[in-house]
C-alpha cells in the first residue's frame, strides 16, 4: 500500500497541482525496491495523473467514456513495474527513468505524459531546457532525489536555488490577435462549425486592438477562409485551423490567398488515427456507434516538419514532444503558434495540464509561444516559460498577445536529447556497480 501512496503523492508534485518543489522528496523512497513496487506506485501515479480521461470522457459520452482509462493505466503501471524490475540499484534507475521517458516519445503510440521534468514548470529553473530539454530537467529531479537517499542533503541548497533563480526581463513588440472561439467538440466533429463565431469575434478584437497583425484560430475552426475574411483582415495575416476530412491543416492567409499549409504529423492514437485497425475495427465501430461518432476514418498525417514562413505552427498533442517544437526551430522557425482544440478535456484538469507541458516548448526553443485554443487556454508565454498574458477558459474571447520573432538556436536546438545519453550511461553504470558489489556473484 505505501508503493501505492507514494505514487499518488508523485503525481501531485506535477501539473496542474503546485507541489513540484517536493518531487525529489518523494521520489527518494521511490529509488528502491522491485516490480511489486513500481507496479504499485505506476498505479496510484498514472491513476491520478490521469483522471482527467475518465472525467472527460465520460461527460462527454456517458459511462463507456470511462472504459479506456483502465487499461491505460494498467499498461504504464506495468511499464512502471518492468522499470523497477530492471534497475537493481537507485543510480540505474535515475537513469532507466529518463531513457524510459524518452521512449515514451518514440512510435506511433507515443504518448509522452508524466515526465518529472514537468515538476519545474512553475519553477525559474525551468530555463535550464534551453540546454538539454526535458528530460534534463527529469534528470536534474532524479539525481536531486538519489541524493537525498544517499543522505548528501546539502543538494537541497541548489534545488532550492533553482525555485529562487531570477530571470530577465523579455520585450515582445509584436502583438497578434488569439480568438477563442468555445465551440462544442462534439458539433465540430459533426461538422458544425460556428464561422461567424471566429468572424464576429475577430471584427470586436481588431476594433479595440487594431494594432494586431497576426490574427490566430484555433484548431479545425473552420471548414475554409470564409470570404468575408479578407475585407475583415484589411492585409493582416490569419493563420488558422482548417476541419479537413484527410489532414489536420494549419494554413497561412493574406489578402485573399494561402500563402502556405501545414499538415499535423503527430496524430493522436486511438483519437485521429486507429491503430491495429484491421484487427480492432469491430472494437473501433462498437464504441463508434456508442459514442455516436459515425464511422471514424483516420486522418492523413503530414510527411514532415516544416514552419509556414516565420510561424513554428503546432497542432494540439503536438505541443507535447519535444521533438516536434525542436525541429521546426531547425527549420526557421521564429515564433511557436499552438493552435489546440482542447474542449475535449470538459470540465477536468486536463486542459491545465496539457498547458502546462507545452510551456516548455518555449523554454526548450528560445521561442516566443502564442496558443489559441476552442476553449482555451489561450495565451501568451515568453522564451523564459512565462505566461505574460492569458484568458480564461471555457468562454467566447479574444486576446491581445505580444511576442517577438527571435533568431538563433539554443542548446537543446543544436545538440538534442543528449540528457537521455547521459541517463543511459548512469543507468549502465548503476548496474556494473551492483554486479561488482561484494557477494554479488554468490547470490
Known amino acids: 500500500m505505501r508503493p501505492f501512496l507514494l505514487g ?177 467538440p462534439l458539433a465540430k466533429v459533426q461538422g458544425e462549425l460556428d464561422q461567424e463565431v471566429y468572424l464576429r469575434l475577430t471584427r470586436e478584437g481588431l476594433a479595440q486592438y487594431p494594432e494586431a497583425r497576426l490574427v490566430v484560430w484555433p484548431e479545425t475552426a473552420v471548414w475554409q477562409i470564409p470570404e468575408e475574411a479578407k475585407r475583415l483582415l484589411q492585409g493582416r495575416f490569419l493563420l488558422t485551423g482548417l476541419n479537413l476530412y484527410g489532414p489536420n491543416r494549419a494554413v497561412l492567409y493574406q489578402e485573399g490567398r494561402v500563402l502556405g499549409h501545414y499538415d499535423k504529423v503527430r496524430l493522436v492514437p486511438f483519437g485521429e488515427r486507429f491503430p491495429f485497425r484491421e484487427t ?31 510561424y513554428g505552427a503546432m497542432i494540439c498533442y503536438e505541443s507535447v514532444f519535444p521533438s516536434v517544437a525542436r525541429t521546426l526551430a531547425r527549420e526557421g522557425a521564429r515564433v511557436l503558434v499552438l493552435l489546440t482544440n482542447d474542449a475535449w478535456f470538459g470540465p477536468s484538469f486536463g486542459g491545465r495540464q496539457h498547458f502546462a507541458l507545452g510551456r516548455l516548448r518555449a523554454v526548450e526553443t528560445g521561442r516566443w509561444l502564442l496558443r489559441a485554443g476552442n476553449d482555451g487556454i489561450t495565451a501568451s508565454i515568453d522564451p523564459y516559460g512565462r505566461v505574460v498574458a492569458q484568458i480564461p477558459p471555457h468562454q467566447e474571447g479574444y486576446l491581445l498577445a505580444p511576442y517577438g520573432l527571435r533568431e538563433g538556436s539554443t542548446f537543446y536546438v543544436r545538440y538534442g536529447d543528449w540528457a537521455v545519453g547521459v541517463a543511459l550511461t548512469l543507468f549502465l553504470l548503476g548496474l556494473i556497480l551492483r554486479l561488482r558489489a561484494p557477494g554479488w556473484r554468490n547470490r
Open 280 to 310: 480492432l475495427g469491430g472494437v473501433y465501430a462498437f464504441f463508434f456507434q456508442a459514442f455516436g461518432l459515425g464511422n471514424l476514418g483516420d486522418r492523413t498525417p503530414g510527411d514532415r516538419l516544416e514552419p509556414i514562413g516565420p
Open 8 to 184: 499518488l503523492l508523485l503525481a501531485l508534485t506535477l501539473p496542474p497541482f503546485p507541489l513540484g518543489f517536493f518531487t525529489p522528496l518523494v521520489l527518494a523512497f521511490l529509488l528502491g525496491g522491485g516490480f511489486r513496487t513500481g507496479f504499485l506506485a505506476g498505479l496510484g501515479f498514472w491513476g491520478l495523473h490521469l483522471i482527467w480521461l475518465p472525467q472527460s470522457f465520460a461527460q462527454l459520452f456517458g459511462p463507456l467514456g470511462a472504459l479506456p482509462f483502465l487499461p491505460l493505466v494498467l499498461f504504464k503501471a506495468l511499464s512502471f513495474g518492468l522499470l523497477f524490475a530492471l534497475t537493481p540499484t537507485p543510480l540505474a534507475r535515475v537513469g532507466g527513468w529518463v531513457a524510459l521517458e524518452w521512449l515514451t516519445e518514440q512510435g506511433d503510440l507515443a504518448f509522452p505524459w508524466g515526465f518529472l521534468g514537468y515538476s519545474l514548470v512553475e519553477a525559474p529553473g525551468r530555463v535550464l531546457a534551453a540546454w538539454g530539454g526535458v528530460y534534463l530537467l527529469s534528470l536534474l529531479v532524479l539525481l536531486v532525489a538519489w541524493g537525498l537517499r544517499e543522505r548528501r542533503y546539502w543538494i537541497l541548497l541548489p534545488w532550492g536555488v533553482l525555485w529562487l533563480l531570477p530571470l530577465p526581463p523579455e520585450a515582445g513588440p509584436e502583438r497578434a490577435l488569439l480568438v477563442q472561439g468555445n465551440v462544442n
